[in-house]
């Protein structure tokens, strides 16, 4: 390691060692390879999953920077516990067309208008509420879909709340461009709307994302490593497996459009 580099913060070290995989992401060839409605139904097919596995890291956050147990008492960082409720509000209840609706359920309907199949998911879901065993529905998802659910419950089941939030901060629905964003709209456009709700999806996540969730992302991952060498290792572990599982979703989804073609 240089000396400049080792005289870098924890955090903007940690920052450095996760941008060439930021910037892998900002220009995957995915983006500009999804251009027909099939494309986008092979995109969200996939793609579904990363949204329902970020509801459950966000569980997991609230799990441990809030207190969700009766008799309740203040958490520890409490900076954090709002950032993490605030995002739960705006995910898992939010307001679309005067209903009160999750992201996740919004996505679903729109990938029912456009007549992209959602049966492994709505499979999963099922398990997960009746039986608990979801993990054996799983081999029923897109392949690399499969793979990026079982990155994010390692880190869930096994990594440290540092290590959770260094995931959550840095690998999540934040690296999708404006590029792919822009492309959905003229999508949309040429379809008369059948996109709408995608778009409204997308938008709506920078929307709510706001201004201040990256600062307060930053701090809550610089509050729950501190000054813990080992934590900081594993947060910055964590973020760099964090976005090399999202690569490898994006490499397997584009694989799929290209092989139909």
Same mark, same amino acid.
């Given at each position: ?28 060839? =995915? ?37 969700? @147990? !009766? ?32 992201? #996740?359920? =919004? ?5 029912? !208008?456009?007549?992209? @199949?959602?049966?492994?998911?709505? +499979?999963? =879901? ?21 793979? #990026? &659910?079982?990155? +994010? #419950?390692? &880190?869930? $089941?096994?990594?440290? =709340? ?22 959905? %709209? ?10 709408? /709700? ?10 709510? @994302? ?10 809550? !991952?610089?509050?729950?490593?501190? +000054? ?11 973020? $760099? ?16 459009? /290209?092989?139909? %073609?």
């Amino acid at each position: 390691m240089s000396s400049s580099t080792s005289a870098l913060a924890p955090l903007d070290l940690l920052e450095s060692r996760i941008a060439p995989l930021r910037e892998r992401l900002a220009s995957h060839p =995915i983006y500009s390879a999804v251009s027909t409605e099939r494309d986008l139904r092979l995109f969200m097919e996939s793609h579904v999953f990363a949204v329902w596995d970020f509801m459950s890291l966000l569980k997991s956050l609230q799990r441990a920077l809030t207190c969700v @147990d !009766v008799p309740w008492v203040p958490s520890r960082y409490a900076a954090s516990r709002r950032f993490i409720n605030e995002i739960v509000l705006g995910e898992e209840s939010d307001e679309y067309q005067h209903r009160p609706l999750s992201h #996740f359920e =919004i996505y679903l309907e729109a990938m029912q !208008v456009l007549g992209a @199949d959602n049966t492994p998911i709505e +499979t999963l =879901i099922n398990a997960v509420r009746t039986s608990g065993d979801w993990k054996a529905k799983l081999a029923a998802a897109p392949i690399p879909a499969q793979a #990026f &659910v079982a990155e +994010t #419950f390692r &880190v869930i $089941e096994h990594g440290s =709340i540092a290590a959770q939030a260094a995931a959550f901060t840095f690998g999540r629905e934040d690296v999708i461009p404006e590029m792919f964003r822009g492309m959905v %709209r003229e999508l949309n456009d040429q379809r008369e709307g059948r996109l709408a /709700q995608f778009v409204w999806y997308l938008e709506r996540h920078i929307e709510v @994302d706001g201004d201040d969730h990256g600062p307060l992302s930053l701090k809550m !991952v610089s509050d729950l490593c501190g +000054t813990d060498e080992a934590l900081w290792a594993e947060a910055t572990s964590a973020a $760099e497996q964090a976005l090399a599982a999202r690569l490898a979703l994006w490499d397997g989804v584009l694989a799929e459009i /290209q092989a139909g %073609r």
